[in-house]
């Protein structure tokens, strides 16, 4: 999902929101919505959709206030209706409180048993709403909004980088393996500074805000007509996911004063420094294969050049929630280009492979259109393990890499030869500390200890 927060007093902060969203919208195309505040008054619209789709002016121009806060949705837990659209927006003694979530919860179970407990009354399947029943009840109970946040977060575990508006000001908090990102951007008007919370930077990008820094895991930061505070309130272990690294974020967001573009580059260079081939062209999957394809072409001196042609306005194909969508959303999205690949010996690359379906009619299409030798390197290791932090990649069964070697993989998806970048070679060109991340898809080393039932659920 894609979150987005900010206090801006004299701005239209639900245009800014808008447009906050539009750069997050690769983080969920299923649902998007906004909630402002105005005083004491809230206005939340939200539905299922593209944030195109969901907002005109007409809507936007009924969000008044000085606060907004902004979601995009990708459903991980609950499925795809509108009632589970974001912002959760929940009645409290201080007010109403709206919530904008990216992650997922582990122990969602334990806080539906406790909210059950304290009567609290729910209309949707979410994590996400619960959180923000729990921190309502915390209110309800006597607290502030800051303490109550507190008291919410410590019942949750899992992965939740949050945005929560109330009538005073927005609060941003991560939890404390920070899986997710949330940045902090900053807004120069006539020498007063706003500020503006995002999951990544490209949101900061669109709406002129300065990039400040990011939240860190177990802090928790409070926006207010005062500015801006900060309150560490667990102990950091920083384990973000190296799917966004790799894949999910966006390739001009910063990640440890980089792009990801320049990152997805050396994870091609590092693929051809750990496996050659003798092919005439490298290409690349569009979008997300293709910094490394000029990667791998940069340190192998072979020919890079466009093979497939990408119709950019068919949405992500694994978005889309059922397995027969998925098949036929592929078709409709990649074109080959025939003069480029007649009689020609390709290697393609792709940022990874899940279930494997995207890269076998990929492999077919660039057959069909002419190549004599068809080969696939992938940025990534092998995905032998699910997700319970919020990226969908389904149960274990469905990931190829789980049930089949490499060789076997090359067979299912039909190519000359497969290979996939080592673990410690995607690790060696982060800027960061190698520990830094979550790499439990690629090994099993899920930094945040998953329930039984809920690893049953998808682990073979
Ligand atoms: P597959 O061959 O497994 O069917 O599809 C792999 C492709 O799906 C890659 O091109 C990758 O960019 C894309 N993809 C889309 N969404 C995701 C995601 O959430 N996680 C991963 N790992 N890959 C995804
Ligand atoms: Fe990211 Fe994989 Fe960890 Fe999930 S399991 S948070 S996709 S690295
Ligand atoms: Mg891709």
């Known amino acids: 999902c894609g979150v987005f927060g900010i206090y801006a007093p004299e701005e239209n902060v639900a245009k800014l929101t808008y447009f906050g969203l539009y750069a997050l919208q690769h983080r969920g195309q299923e649902s998007a919505g906004i909630a402002t505040f105005d005083g004491e008054n809230c206005y939340c619209y939200k539905d299922m959709g593209l944030v195109s789709q969901v907002f005109n002016e007409s809507i936007l121009s009924n969000l008044t206030g000085q606060i907004a806060v902004g979601h995009t949705r990708y459903s991980t837990t609950g499925s795809s209706l509108q009632a589970n659209a974001q912002p959760a927006v929940i009645d409290t003694r201080l007010g109403k409180l ?6 997922n919860l582990v122990n969602a179970v334990d806080l539906r048993t406790e909210l059950i407990k304290r009567d609290c009354q729910f209309i949707t399947t979410t994590d996400s709403e619960m959180i923000a029943i729990m921190m309502g009840s915390e209110v309800d109970r006597g607290k502030d909004w800051l303490d109550a946040a507190i008291s919410a977060f410590s019942w949750c575990k899992g992965a939740y980088s949050l945005v929560i508006a109330t009538p005073q000001g927005v609060i941003g ?5 920070g ?5 902090i951007g900053a807004l120069e008007e006539e020498n007063v500074t706003r500020y503006v919370l995002a999951s990544e930077t490209c949101a900061l990008d669109i709406i002129g805000a300065e990039y400040l820094r990011d939240v860190e895991p177990g802090e ?24 966004e690294m790799i894949y999910f974020a966006r390739p001009d967001s910063i990640v440890g004063n980089e792009s990801l ?21 490298v ?3 569009p979008d997300s294969g293709i910094p490394a394809a000029i990667g791998y072409s940069r340190q192998s001196g072979i020919t890079y050049q466009e093979g497939l042609i990408k119709n950019r306005y068919v949405g992500r194909t694994f978005i889309q929630p059922t397995q027969h969508m998925r098949e036929h959303g592929i078709k409709m999205k990649l074109n080959p280009l025939k003069d480029v690949l007649d009689g020609k010996r390709i290697l393609i690359i792709d940022d990874s492979i899940v279930r494997g379906t995207t890269s076998r009619k ?10 004599t030798e068809v080969h696939m390197k992938i940025s990534s290791p092998p995905v032998t393990h699910p997700c319970f932090y919020g990226i969908d990649t389904d149960s274990q069964d469905h990931l190829i890499a789980a049930k089949m070697s490499v060789k076997e993989i ?16 995607m690790l060696m060109v982060t800027k960061e500390n190698p520990l830094h991340f979550c790499t439990a898809c690629f090994n099993g080393n899920y930094p945040i200890t998953i329930p039984d039932e809920i690893k049953r659920s998808k682990l073979i």
């Open 220 to 243: 928790m930061v409070w926006i207010t007509e005062e500015g801006l505070s900060s309150y560490h309130w667990a102990t950091p272990d920083q384990k973000l996911c190296v799917f």
């Open 98 to 103: 709206a919530l904008a979530h990216n992650g």
């Open 261 to 281: 573009y320049a990152y997805r580059l050396r994870l091609g260079e590092q693929l051809a420094k750990e496996s050659m081939v003798d092919v005439d062209l």
């Open 173 to 177: 908090a991560r939890d404390p393996n």
């Open 283 to 285: 290409m690349g999957v």
């Open 410 to 425: 090359e067979k299912q998806i039909e190519v000359d030869s497969l290979s996939y970048l080592s673990e410690e070679g």
């Open 362 to 371: 990929i492999v077919r299409a660039l057959r069909d259109a002419g190549a």
């Open 179 to 183: 899986i997710r990102p949330l940045v």
